[in-house]
């Protein structure tokens, strides 16, 4: 397995937890994420670049591995801010939504994130506009994972901490999941067996129950494999 996950100088190395000598799903660290294959979505608050701004309000956010799944869709403002050792990360307030018109419909996927919620609304943070799909993050807890059905319903409750979670789901219906660098779920089969990707991905809520959350977003990276946890 990996034994370093995160550069030195990356923005969450000193944030509990810390991300050094974990067990992780191998290569995901910002050393090595541009030379995994396969990498459809990646949105890093931290990349000036991959943004359009008006003041500290974002008006779209590009994806840097490619010139789909652009985050320009919006309610609200979501705004970016100073996260921990003044990079920055994105903040949505409860009311603020966005999210990315290009579904993406893979079988077999993987998902990381890098985010916390902040206090208040602890509903759906990192979610979809068109499907019952929702990571890491719902009705209080921090270790959900429903893809259109439920893979884990984990215990956990809301914090402000920073969290990492992964998330693996093949089309033969075997999902995995980890918080924290622990796995929460291993070979579930409890997803959707018709619809277990997550279409549009929106950040803030979702788009069919409006179950939003107060909370911030550093990083997001989906991939069109499944990734190792050796």
């Known amino acids: 397995g990996a034994t370093d996950s995160l550069n030195s100088d990356h923005t969450y190395k000193s944030v509990a937890p810390i991300f050094d000598n974990k067990p992780l799903i191998t290569g995901i660290s910002a050393f090595a994420v541009n030379q995994i294959s396969d990498l459809v979505i990646h949105l890093d608050a931290n990349d000036d670049s ?7 309000n974002v008006v779209s956010w590009s994806n840097k591995a490619g010139s789909s799944y652009t985050f ?13 050792n003044s990079k920055k990360v994105i903040n949505f307030n409860g009311s603020t939504q966005l999210w990315t018109n290009s579904s993406f419909t893979e079988p077999d996927y993987s998902v990381v994130s890098v985010s916390r919620q902040t206090g208040g609304s602890n509903l759906r943070f990192i979610s979809s506009k068109d499907i019952n799909w929702l990571f890491a993050y719902w009705n209080g807890g921090n270790n959900k994972f429903h893809f259109n059905q439920w893979l884990n319903n984990g215990g956990g409750s809301s914090d402000t901490n920073w969290h990492f979670h992964a998330a693996t789901q093949t089309s033969s219906d075997i999902g995995n999941t980890w918080k924290d660098f622990v796995q929460t779920k291993s070979n579930g089969t409890g997803s ?18 409006n179950e939003s959350s107060n909370g911030e977003l550093a990083e997001l990276l989906v991939f069109n494999k499944i990734l190792s946890s050796d």
């Open 50 to 56: 991959s943004f359009n701004l008006s003041g500290s």
């Open 72 to 84: 320009d869709q919006l309610t609200g403002t979501p705004t970016r801010v100073n996260g921990p």
């Open 192 to 209: 959707n067996n018709t619809t277990w990707w997550p279409g549009k991905i929106m950040l803030g809520s979702d788009g069919l129950y």
